[in-house]
Nanobody, 114 residues
Framework: QVRLVESGGGLVQPGGSLRLSCAAS????????MNWYRQAPGKERELVAR??????IYVDSVKGRFTISRDNAKNTVYLQMNSLKPEDTAVYYC?????????WGQGTQVTVSS
């Protein structure tokens, strides 16, 4: 059974930090590109960061603030989020992708507010 379980979300003040984790099981983790998406209320889901054999990519709005990483031995992908802004408030989703399959986690809420 494929599972992607996100954790680490919560409420944080502007300028603060959070580290999201996504624990994967039920598939060969190292074969997949791993992504973090987010969806704010009333907005479309957007790709925040990706890590794959080709390297890492980030949406412009988080460059220099967020860092994606993965530990293939632990089947886990991380998103370190620093200098958080109110506009980072969203549900963050973990995604595993390859050309033949795609999996989603259930999401974790991140709220940036004073």
């Amino acid at each position: 059974q494929v599972r992607l379980v996100e954790s680490g979300g919560g409420l944080v003040q502007p300028g603060g930090s959070l580290r999201l984790s996504c624990a994967a099981s039920g598939f060969t983790f190292s074969y997949f590109a791993m992504n973090w998406y987010r969806q704010a209320p009333g907005k479309e889901r957007e790709l925040v960061a990706r890590i794959s054999l080709a390297g890492t990519i980030y949406v412009d709005s988080v460059k220099g603030r967020f860092t994606i990483s993965r530990d293939n031995a632990k089947n886990t992908v991380y998103l370190q989020m620093n200098s958080l802004k109110p506009e980072d408030t969203a549900v963050y989703y973990c995604n595993a992708w390859r050309s033949t399959a795609e999996y989603w986690g259930q999401g974790t809420q991140v709220t940036v507010s004073s």
